[in-house]
């Protein structure tokens, strides 16, 4: 009897543990969404910068990503698809990558990006928790609307179903 009471309660502490875990990498950083995004500047891979007040006017999805982030691979095809379904509707995606330069380049061909991508670990982890996530976990999405107020922010992949979803609610049909 006395096992079974240690095994209950360890399942019991391992359940609760896991329920934590889920809500804590599942729930939202931030509840504040009609928030001003603060002004950021990104700077890509070919040495450009991205000014968010620039693209005031446009929907603005900035994900945050590394090459070693497992879900962040698996949305990139999906960010992909979005930017060429919802250009013509006024979409702009950003990729601050948190990794270096080098272990970013290959992913650009690997997954034909077709958005401006950055490789700057600092400036990319100070833009993502000025964005609102203070957990520092990837990927992290943030939707701007055109008048800079952010109208999203998504912590976790996204499968296709869910971007879709995300940008028909704000955009329209793609």
């Given amino acids: 009897m006395r096992k079974f009471v240690i095994i209950f309660c360890l399942a019991l502490v391992g359940a609760v543990a896991g329920g ?49 982030c497992a879900p962040c691979m698996n949305e990139i095809p999906h960010l992909v698809q979005a930017q060429s379904d919802y250009a013509s509707l006024g979409l702009k995606i950003v990729g601050p990558a948190l990794d270096e330069a080098d272990a970013v380049r290959p992913m650009l061909t690997r997954f034909h990006i077709n958005y ?18 203070d957990r520092g976990a990837l990927p992290f999405s943030v939707l701007i609307d055109p008048d800079g107020f952010v109208a999203e922010r998504i912590l976790g992949g996204m499968s296709a179903e869910q971007l879709q979803s995300l940008l028909n609610r704000h955009l329209g049909n793609g």
């Fill in 20 to 68: 934590f875990s889920y809500w804590y990498l599942h729930s939202t950083p931030s509840q504040d969404v009609s928030a001003v995004a603060p002004p950021i500047n990104f700077h890509t891979l070919d040495g450009k910068t991205i000014s968010l007040q620039n693209l005031h006017g446009h929907w603005v999805l900035i994900n945050f990503w590394a090459s070693w």
């Fill in 116 to 133: 401006p991508v950055t490789a700057d670990f600092t400036g990319g982890d100070q833009a993502m928790r000025a964005l609102g996530n």
